[in-house]
């Protein structure tokens, strides 16, 4: 009953992509259909059974050359025929000029000395007059009236309140190591006077 159901359900239209197809069976079939009973394991060809034609041989089949199924490995026999085993025989070659060679040890035998030992460079040429440093006192000067000046233009923009903390810091800063090197500079100039 239940395979009766299925062969209904398959002929009404509502199967793979609702095609109602009605098929034909021999009588034999349908009574196995309705009995639900194995299908037999051994039949005898019948009249419905459909001749297949036969395959063609496989090299009348063309295949490109991408496809074609063939081993693409050679014999040895063939690749030591084509020299593939045989190594290629060492040649030494001179790395270097084996006369200029000769001649460095001809000069070291002769004169114990060789002339190519070592090229000096000649020194750098220093020029006489370097240009005068600039005093690290007298860069603190300009720092400082740079700072002044700055100042001055905020307060007459109206932000010197703003800059006043921040500038007043920084030429404290610069008067400091102002006296520092003052009382450097005269310790030195003490030193000096005392040893004349």
Not at 65 to 93: T, V
Not at 129 to 144: G, Q, S
């Amino acid at each position: 009953m239940a395979s009766q159901e299925k062969v209904e359900a398959v002929t009404k239209g509502t199967g793979l992509w609702s095609c109602p197809r009605q098929g034909t069976y021999t009588p034999g079939t349908c009574e196995l259909l309705r009995g639900g009973n194995t299908l037999p394991l051994q039949c005898s060809p019948t009249s419905s059974q459909r001749v297949l034609p036969s395959k063609p041989p496989a090299s009348a089949i063309y295949l490109p050359p991408i496809l074609e199924a063939r081993s693409h490995l050679r014999p040895a026999s063939l690749c030591q025929a084509n020299g593939a085993y045989s190594r290629e025989q060492f040649k030494p070659r001179a790395t270097r000029d084996l006369e200029k060679e000769k001649q460095r040890l001809q000069n070291i035998f002769a004169t114990g000395k060789d002339k190519q030992e070592r090229k000096r460079k000649p020194p750098p040429v220093r020029q006489a007059n370097p240009a005068p440093e600039l005093d690290r006192f007298e860069e603190l000067v300009k720092e400082i009236q740079e700072r002044k000046e700055f100042l001055a233009d905020m307060e007459a923009l109206g932000q010197g309140r703003q800059y006043r903390g921040i500038i007043l810091a920084e030429i404290s800063q610069k008067v400091q190591e102002m006296e520092a090197i003052d009382h450097k500079r005269s310790e030195e100039l003490r030193k000096a006077l005392a040893t004349t």
